[in-house]
């Protein structure tokens, strides 16, 4: 099924941006009215027409975004540079505060772990030992020099964790891994951030320096293919945990089975965090109905659910 672009800008501006940015709620709706840019967006394929992509593409490139007329002349006038920048990047959001929510499924397993994120961007969900925690705004914990503290608020049993889990080894595979030490990728993910999201863009150049002092073994490939492959290289001893956020929505439902399936017939963990009706095991099993007002994620451990949590990791629903 074809999707109509401007229903695409529309529905971005309404539903997605509404209430998180009136900057891109503004531009996306004047997207959706106007034929020129319309025709420009629909030159690319369908999967790279995407609001996210274009707003983060104009922002990368400088361009303007405050003022609707000068994002539409300057679009226009710039659009060999902006399609370019749209077909060569993804929205590959990297959100370090997710690890606020995995952190208690992490410290609940047998250590010391070895951990696998697979669609794991630039890795920076890789570090959940490095970072320091705040739930509910209570004392923080965590590494005492650590430049990140992730905020999220609970409810439910939430067992929170009395230490931080210890990880021995991590590794990631991506489609497209970033780098974070190359200036132009860490730019690019700092440009997904919407504009007025000024602590999750703090929180992000943060993490990258985190990442910067310890690198770690990203691959580049697809999920399905590699998986096996780095779960085979964990070192002996440690408990090997497969996990991944806001990835499984990019594969189509028979790469999700085949996942799937890879999963429950190697010997790892499987920590998922995806919308709720993405893993039809995890959907299965909720306790509870989605909330409709909010996005949120239904996190699992090993095809269980466990929580609802915030898509960015600031809230934790214990079931
Ligand atoms: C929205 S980002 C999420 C990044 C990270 N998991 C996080 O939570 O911050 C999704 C990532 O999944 C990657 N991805 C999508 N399909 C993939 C596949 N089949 N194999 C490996 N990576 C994939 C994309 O390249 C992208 O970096």
Same mark, same amino acid.
């Given at each position: 099924?074809?999707?109509?672009?401007?229903?695409?800008?529309?529905?971005?501006?309404?539903?997605?941006?509404?209430?998180?940015?009136?900057?891109?709620?503004?531009?996306?709706?004047?997207?959706?009215?106007?034929?020129?840019?319309?025709?420009?967006?629909?030159?690319?394929?369908?999967?790279?027409?995407?609001?996210?992509?274009?707003?983060?593409?104009?922002?990368?490139?400088?361009?303007?975004?405050?003022?609707?007329?000068?994002?539409?002349?300057?679009?226009?006038?710039?659009?060999?540079?902006?399609?370019?920048?749209?077909?060569?990047?993804?929205?590959?959001?990297?959100?370090?505060?997710?690890?606020?929510?995995?952190?208690?499924?992490?410290?609940?397993?047998?250590?010391?772990?070895? #951990?696998? @994120? =697979?669609?794991?961007? +630039? &890795?920076?969900? *890789?570090? $959940?030992?490095?970072? /320091?925690?705040?739930? !509910?705004? %209570?004392?923080?914990?965590?590494?005492?020099?650590?430049?990140?503290?992730?905020?999220?608020?609970?409810?439910?049993?939430?067992?929170?964790?009395?230490? #931080?889990? @210890? =990880?021995?080894?991590? +590794? &990631?595979?991506? *489609?497209? $891994?970033?780098?974070? /030490?190359?200036?132009? !990728?860490? %730019?690019?993910?700092?440009?997904?951030?919407?504009?007025?999201?000024?602590?999750?863009?703090?929180?992000?150049?943060?993490?990258?320096?985190?990442?910067?002092?310890?690198?770690?073994?990203?691959?580049? &490939?697809?999920?399905?293919?590699?998986?096996?492959?780095?779960?085979?290289?964990?070192?002996?001893?440690?408990?090997?945990?497969?996990?991944?956020?806001?990835?499984?929505?990019?594969?189509?439902?028979?790469?999700?089975?085949?996942?799937?399936?890879?999963?429950?017939?190697?010997?790892?963990?499987?920590?998922?965090?995806?919308?709720?009706?993405?893993?039809?095991?995890?959907?299965?099993?909720?306790?509870?109905?989605?909330?409709?007002?909010?996005?949120?994620?239904?996190?699992?451990?090993?095809?269980?659910?466990?929580?609802?949590?915030?898509?960015?990791?600031?809230?934790?629903?214990?079931?």
């Amino acid at each position: 099924m074809t999707v109509d672009t401007a229903d695409l800008y529309r529905n971005f501006a309404t539903r997605e941006a509404r209430g998180h940015s009136a900057r891109y709620e503004e531009l996306a709706a004047a997207v959706a009215e106007d034929e020129k840019l319309l025709a420009l967006i629909e030159r690319l394929p369908e999967p790279k027409r995407q609001p996210n992509l274009l707003l983060a593409a104009v922002r990368f490139l400088d361009g303007p975004t405050e003022d609707p007329e000068e994002f539409r002349s300057w679009v226009i006038g710039s659009w060999d540079r902006v399609g370019a920048t749209m077909l060569r990047r993804r929205t590959q959001t990297n959100e370090a505060g997710r690890c606020a929510t995995l952190l208690p499924l992490l410290a609940s397993l047998r250590g010391p772990l070895a #951990l696998i @994120e =697979v669609g794991a961007s +630039a &890795g920076l969900c *890789l570090y $959940p030992d490095r970072y /320091r925690y705040a739930y !509910d705004d %209570r004392s923080s914990f965590g590494p005492a020099d650590s430049p990140v503290t992730l905020g999220c608020r609970t409810s439910g049993p939430v067992p929170l964790p009395e230490r #931080l889990p @210890e =990880v021995v080894w991590r +590794a &990631g595979i991506d *489609l497209n $891994p970033l780098d974070v /030490r190359d200036a132009d !990728d860490m %730019r690019w993910l700092e440009s997904l951030v919407w504009p007025e999201q000024r602590d999750r863009a703090d929180r992000l150049r943060n993490a990258v320096s985190v990442a910067r002092a310890e690198p770690l073994h990203l691959v580049r &490939g697809d999920l399905n293919e590699t998986v096996r492959e780095l779960v085979a290289q964990v070192p002996q001893g440690a408990t090997p945990v497969v996990f991944h956020s806001a990835v499984l929505f990019y594969l189509p439902t028979e790469a999700r089975e085949a996942f799937t399936e890879t999963m429950r017939g190697l010997p790892a963990h499987w920590i998922s965090n995806e919308a709720p009706a993405i893993l039809p095991s995890v959907t299965a099993r909720l306790p509870r109905p989605a909330p409709q007002d909010r996005a949120v994620f239904a996190l699992a451990l090993d095809e269980q659910p466990v929580a609802f949590t915030g898509p960015h990791g600031q809230s934790l629903d214990w079931f």
